[in-house]
């Protein structure tokens, strides 16, 4: 499957963006999917995970509470809804995909993911 991010931007602090995850192939709805970051001189970060029927998420600590991801399969895309931004949120965002088999299964580390999108840069100012 092939991934394609859109709907970075710039926003003020306390804005909302919301991130799209497009992908290409009929299996999509087989896919447990996942959003990173990566900040200037920081390493990637995990942010969200779906599994591949919906029906579990996981957030990082840090965007809990303030970012929600979700799926449409039908659309073959998954979102994330990030709302009250603020600076430290700035980075480079990528979606990535990986096979599952279990309907509620979840992963939080990049190293299981085997398809990554190109990503698309979020700025926040203060």
């Known amino acids: 499957v092939q991934l394609q991010a859109s709907g970075g931007g710039l926003v003020q602090a306390g804005g909302s963006l919301r991130l799209s995850c497009a992908a290409s192939g009929r299996t999509f709805s087989s896919y447990a999917m996942g959003w990173f970051r990566q900040a200037p001189g920081k390493e990637r970060e995990f942010v969200a995970a779906i599994s591949w029927s919906g029906s579990s998420a996981r957030y990082a600590d840090s965007v809990k509470g303030r970012f929600t991801i979700s799926r449409d399969n039908a659309k073959n895309t998954v979102y994330l809804q990030m709302n009250s931004l603020e600076p430290e949120d700035t980075a480079v965002y990528f979606c990535?995909?990986?096979?599952?088999?279990?309907?509620?299964?979840?992963?939080?580390?990049?190293?299981?993911?085997?398809?990554w999108g190109q990503g698309t840069l979020v700025t926040v100012s203060s």
């Open positions: 990535a995909a990986r096979r599952s088999l279990g309907n509620s299964d979840v992963y939080t580390n990049s190293g299981s993911y085997t398809n």
